[in-house]
Antibody
Framework: EVQVVESGGGLVNPGGSLRLSCAAS????????INWVRQAPGKGLEWVSA????????SYAGSVRGRFTISRDNAKNALYLQMNGLRAEDTAVYYC??????????????????WGQGTLVTVSS | DIVMTQTPLSLSVTPGQPASISCKSN???????????LHWYLQKPGQSPQLLIY???SRFSGVPDRFSGSGSGTDFTLKISRVEADDVGVYYC?????????FGGGTKVEIK
C-alpha cells in the first residue's frame, strides 16, 4: 500500500525555523518526484515545492523561494522541507504528495496521486 | 503564472442528479507530448485531497465511472453523472503543465 506520512509540524514564532519530514512506503521512492502542497485554515490548496526523483529538478513557489529548502534522502525513503524565516502567512497544513510523471527542460509534468494526511504548521507569537 | 479559474463557487445537488464544474486556464495546458496536464481532486470534509481525474480525462484507480473529465486547451469540465451523498466536499482543478503548479479556487459541492 502506497503511504506518505508527514511529521514535524508545530507552533513556531515568526522568524523561526521548522523542518518537516515525509516518510514514504509501499512504492519505489527513488523513482518518483515528490511535492509539498499547503492549505491555510479555511483556504484552498497552494503548491509549495517540488523535487524530482534524483533531486536534479527542484522548484519553489515565489512565496517561499529563498526561505524554504526541499531535499530528499532516497536511501531513507524520506523527503524534507526546511522552513526558515517563517511568517504568519505560512500557517497551514502541509501535505506531501507523490507525483508520477517526468521532467524535461525547466519543467516537470505530473499529477499528485497519493497525499499524506498533512502536518499543521502554526506561526504565531 | 498560469491562473486557474473555477466556477461555480458552490453547488447544491439532489442525489441522483448530474453536476458539472468548470475550470478555465489563462494558458493552454496542452503539451507537445500530446497530453493535457489538467487534473481534478476532491477534498472530502476533514480529509486530504484525493486524485479523481488526471491528464484531462483519465480516471484514477478506484474512482467510479460516474466521474468524467473533458475539455481542451484552456477550457475544462468535471462531470458527475449521478451525484451520491459520498461526493460532498471541495473539488479542485490543478494544472501540472508548468511551474509554479497552480490550483483553481475550489468548488464546494453539497447535497440537497
Amino acid at each position: 500500500e502506497v503511504q506518505v506520512v508527514e511529521s514535524g509540524g508545530g507552533l513556531v514564532n515568526p522568524g523561526g525555523s521548522l523542518r518537516l519530514s515525509c516518510a514514504a512506503s509501499g512504492f519505489s521512492f527513488s523513482s518518483y518526484s515528490i511535492n509539498w502542497v499547503r492549505q491555510a485554515p479555511g483556504k484552498g490548496l497552494e503548491w509549495v515545492s517540488a523535487i524530482s526523483s534524483t533531486s536534479r529538478h527542484i522548484s519553489y513557489a515565489g512565496s517561499v523561494r529563498g526561505r524554504f529548502t526541499i531535499s530528499r534522502d532516497n536511501a531513507k525513503n524520506a523527503l524534507y522541507l526546511q522552513m526558515n524565516g517563517l511568517r504568519a502567512e505560512d500557517t497551514a497544513v502541509y501535505y506531501c504528495a507523490r507525483a508520477p510523471g517526468y521532467c524535461g527542460g525547466p519543467n516537470c509534468y505530473y499529477s499528485f496521486d497519493y497525499w499524506g494526511q498533512g502536518t499543521l504548521v502554526t506561526v504565531s507569537s | 503564472d498560469i491562473v486557474m479559474t473555477q466556477t461555480p463557487l458552490s453547488l447544491s445537488v439532489t442525489p441522483g442528479q448530474p453536476a458539472s464544474i468548470s475550470c478555465k486556464s489563462n494558458q493552454s495546458l496542452l503539451h507537445i507530448d500530446g497530453k493535457t496536464y489538467l487534473h481534478w481532486y476532491l477534498q472530502k470534509p476533514g480529509q486530504s485531497p484525493q486524485l479523481l481525474i488526471y491528464d484531462l480525462s483519465s480516471r484514477f484507480s478506484g474512482v467510479p465511472d460516474r466521474f468524467s473529465g473533458s475539455g481542451s486547451g484552456t477550457d475544462f469540465t468535471l462531470k458527475i453523472s449521478r451525484v451520491e451523498a459520498d461526493d460532498v466536499g471541495v473539488y479542485y482543478c490543478m494544472q501540472g503543465r508548468q511551474f509554479p503548479i497552480t490550483f483553481g479556487g475550489g468548488t464546494k459541492v453539497e447535497i440537497k
